[in-house]
C-alpha cells in the first residue's frame, strides 16, 4: 500500500531522496533500484488479470514499461503526449500543495525520482516512481481520466485550504482509490491500489464496503492512509469521470460542507490529522 503523499503534510520528514537527472536528462538507477522495480513490476503484473479495468491494460500496453529496469520519465513522456496530452514532472518526494495542484492543471503528473527500499515493498508512505509510473500513468492515457485529472488540478488551484481538504477526499476516493463497474465485472482503476498487492486483493474482495459513486458523498468520506481501505466508491463507467469534470464540483463541495463529515469506519490514530482528512 502506497499513499498519496503529495496530499499530506509537506512538513513531514521523509528519508528518500529523489534521484536527479544527468545532461542528458537520464537518470542513472542502481542495480539495487532496479531489482526492486522488477519485483514489484512481475508481482502487480501476476494480480491483473479480472481486477483491473481494460483502460488501465490498454494504457499500460501504450507505455510497454520495462520489468527489468526503472523506466526513464522522457519514455514515458512520449506516450502521455500522444495520447492525451500529458506528461511527467520530475519532482521530490513531498511537493507543497500549490506546486501539487499547478502540475495538474498544466498536465504534467508529478513523479518522485526515487524508489523504495526492498524493506518497504508492502508500504510506503511516500509516493515512489513506482506507485506514480505504474500505478497512475496508464490511467493518463484515457482521455476521461486524463481531463478529470486536469480539472481537478485547476480547481485545486483556486481553492482555499479548507476546500482543498474536502478536494483531497474526492482524490483519493477516485484516482487513488476508485473502482469502476464494467460489463465484464466490477474492476479497479485507482493508482492507490493497482500498485499494492494486499490493497489488490482487498478491494474486490467481501470484507471492505462498495458504494455507487456519488461525488458530495466522497467529499465528505473520512479516509485514513495507513490502513486497507474500508470503503471504495464504484463508478457506472469510466465516462463519468468526464462527465463529473463539466459540472460544479465546487457547489458539490459546498453541499458536502453542510451536511457534514460521514461518520469514520475506521479508528482514529490519537492526535493525529489524518485520521479527520
Known amino acids: 500500500m502506497t499513499s498519496n503523499a503529495h496530499l499530506s503534510d509537506v512538513a513531514s520528514k521523509t528519508g528518500y531522496r529523489a534521484r536527479l537527472p544527468d545532461d542528458c536528462g537520464c537518470i542513472t538507477w542502481s542495480d539495487q533500484d532496479n531489482a526492486t522495480w522488477q519485483t514489484l513490476m ?8 479480472g481486477r483491473v479495468c481494460q483502460e488501465y491494460l490498454d494504457g499500460l500496453e501504450r507505455l510497454a514499461l520495462p520489468e527489468d529496469r526503472v523506466p526513464q520519465l522522457a519514455d514515458i513522456d512520449r506516450v502521455l503526449k500522444a495520447t492525451t496530452g500529458w506528461q ?10 500549490d506546486t501539487f495542484f499547478a502540475l495538474l492543471a498544466s498536465r504534467r503528473f508529478p513523479v518522485a525520482t526515487f524508489i523504495r527500499t526492498p524493506e518497504e515493498l508492502d508500504y510506503l508512505k511516500e509516493p515512489d516512481i513506482f506507485h506514480e509510473i505504474f500505478g497512475h500513468c496508464p490511467m ?14 485547476r480547481l485545486g488551484l483556486a481553492a482555499s485550504p479548507r476546500e482543498r481538504v474536502y478536494l483531497a477526499r474526492l482524490y483519493w476516493m477516485t484516482v487513488e482509490f476508485g473502482l469502476v463497474d ?11 491500489i493497482i500498485s499494492s498487492p494486499r490493497e489488490t486483493l482487498h478491494a474486490l474482495s467481501d470484507t471492505p464496503i462498495h458504494v455507487p459513486f456519488d461525488p458530495v458523498e466522497a467529499l465528505r468520506t473520512p479516509y485514513r492512509i495507513d490502513i486497507l481501505q474500508p470503503l471504495y466508491y464504484v463508478l457506472d463507467d469510466l465516462s463519468s469521470l468526464h462527465d463529473l469534470s463539466r ?23 490519537p492526535g493525529s490529522a489524518r485520521a479527520k482528512a
Open 182 to 192: 464494467t460489463p465484464e465485472g466490477r474492476r479497479i482503476y485507482g493508482g492507490g
Open 247 to 269: 459540472q460544479d464540483i465546487m457547489g458539490m463541495m459546498r453541499q458536502a460542507a453542510e451536511r457534514g463529515l460521514r461518520d469514520p469506519l475506521f479508528e482514529p490514530v
Open 140 to 153: 493518463l492515457t484515457n482521455p476521461a481520466f486524463a481531463e478529470f485529472t486536469a480539472t481537478y488540478g
Open 42 to 49: 512481475q508481482r502487480q503484473l501476476g494480480m491483473m488479470e
Open 88 to 97: 511527467t514532472a520530475q519532482v521530490p518526494a513531498l511537493i507543497p500543495f
